[in-house]
């Protein structure tokens, strides 16, 4: 039987990637950069079953119907092309990520399945190769398979946009989970309705582009003021030609405006803090390691607050996605 495990972690983009210049490809309107984390990581196994009908995803313990199960199928029927193979696969898929944290799974859970479904099937991909096809499940998910920083690069085709890893000084983030509000719009349906009606939308694709070269010329300096300054100033530009869309999206709720706000009464006090944030309520604050601490008990009034760091890319694990232990999770 053909099986292979594979661990990966979430990242937060410090560049933000949204849009897309091709849907089916999943190929970004401009590069982004971001941290592999080494927190809530997703451990998948694949398993071919040549002899069944149609793949089955059973994720923390459950088998996953509608979107969940059509989008790993998709994803799967990509890697059969690749292997010439036209076998169904079981996938089981643990993911460390508390649902409350609001930490999207889909960057940690492609790029582990992309590795687990490439070795099942019999590919041996190099870290391009992975990036492109992690790339076709979610596009942040290609940032995921690289360690500690990459960077995507936009690319026009398929072989052109992938991500690589980048130097960049030891960072940590301040994960604020604020209480409240539910993502109402999905990232892959916000993007759309930014790009279909944003008048601003021109201007967030060239200027993230040029942002793009700041921050990898800041990172490569060990600029860490620079560093700081545009992520905070990116996500708000993203949050801003979100919100310019029509209907309007805003994703950002009181309690994560407050974060922002106690990054800026940090920052006057010397202390080295910027907020991010993706798709939903949550706040992420940029500090160093010697400051995590400090920054972790000023925020811890806004929410729950776990410091992570730079952590691995997609690699292979021994041990399988047991059933147990899936099922222990779903409990
Ligand atoms: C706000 O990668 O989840 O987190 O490619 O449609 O699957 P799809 O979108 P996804 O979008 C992530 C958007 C973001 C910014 C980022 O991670 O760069």
């Given at each position: 039987m053909r099986t292979a495990t594979a661990r990966a972690h979430p990242n937060i983009a410090l560049v933000k990637y949204w849009g897309k210049a091709d849907e089916e490809l999943i190929l970004p309107v401009a590069g982004s950069m971001s941290m592999t984390l080494d927190a809530f990581a997703t451990t998948t196994t694949v398993t071919l079953d040549p002899g069944a009908e149609s793949d089955v995803f059973v994720l923390n313990g459950s088998p996953a119907t509608g979107t969940a199960l059509a989008r790993t199928t998709r994803f799967l029927d990509h890697v059969r092309e690749l292997a010439g193979s036209s076998a169904r696969a079981r996938v089981d898929?643990?993911?460390?990520?508390?649902?409350?944290?609001?930490?999207?799974?889909?960057?940690?859970?492609?790029?582990?399945?992309a590795l687990a479904a490439s070795r099942a099937f019999g590919l041996e991909l190099d870290e391009r190769a992975l990036s492109r096809l992690a790339r076709r499940g979610s596009g942040s998910a290609c940032r995921s398979v690289v360690d500690r920083y990459a960077v995507w690069h936009a690319g026009t085709d398929d072989a052109t946009s992938y991500a690589e890893p980048i130097e960049a000084p030891d960072l940590r983030?301040?994960?604020?989970?604020?209480?409240?509000?539910?993502?109402?719009?999905?990232?892959?349906?916000?993007?759309?309705?930014?790009?279909?009606?944003?008048?601003?939308?021109?201007?967030?694709?060239?200027?993230t582009a040029r942002t793009l070269e700041d921050?990898?010329?800041?990172?490569?300096?060990?600029?860490?003021?620079?560093?700081?300054?545009?992520?905070?100033?990116?996500?708000?530009?993203?949050?801003?030609?979100?919100?310019?869309?029509?209907p309007p999206v805003r994703y950002l709720a009181p309690a994560s405006v407050a974060v922002f706000d106690a990054a800026a009464a940090l920052r006057a006090e010397g202390v080295f803090a910027h907020a991010t944030a993706d798709a939903g309520p949550n706040v992420c604050v940029l500090t160093t390691p010697g400051e995590a601490e400090r920054v972790a008990a000023a925020v811890s009034p806004h929410g729950r607050v776990r410091i992570v760091g730079p952590g691995p890319g997609a690699h292979l694990v021994d041990e399988p996605v047991a059933a147990a232990a899936a099922e222990e999770v779903a409990r």
């Open positions: 898929s643990v993911n460390e990520a508390p649902t409350a944290a609001g930490l999207a799974s889909s960057a940690s859970g492609f790029a582990a399945l983030l301040v994960i604020v989970t604020v209480d409240g509000a539910q993502k109402a719009v999905s990232s892959r349906e916000g993007m759309r309705r930014t790009a279909a009606t944003s008048p601003f939308y021109d201007a967030w694709i060239s200027s921050m990898v010329r800041a990172c490569a300096a060990g600029d860490l003021e620079q560093i700081g300054g545009i992520t905070e100033s990116h996500a708000l530009r993203m949050h801003a030609v979100i919100a310019s869309s029509e």
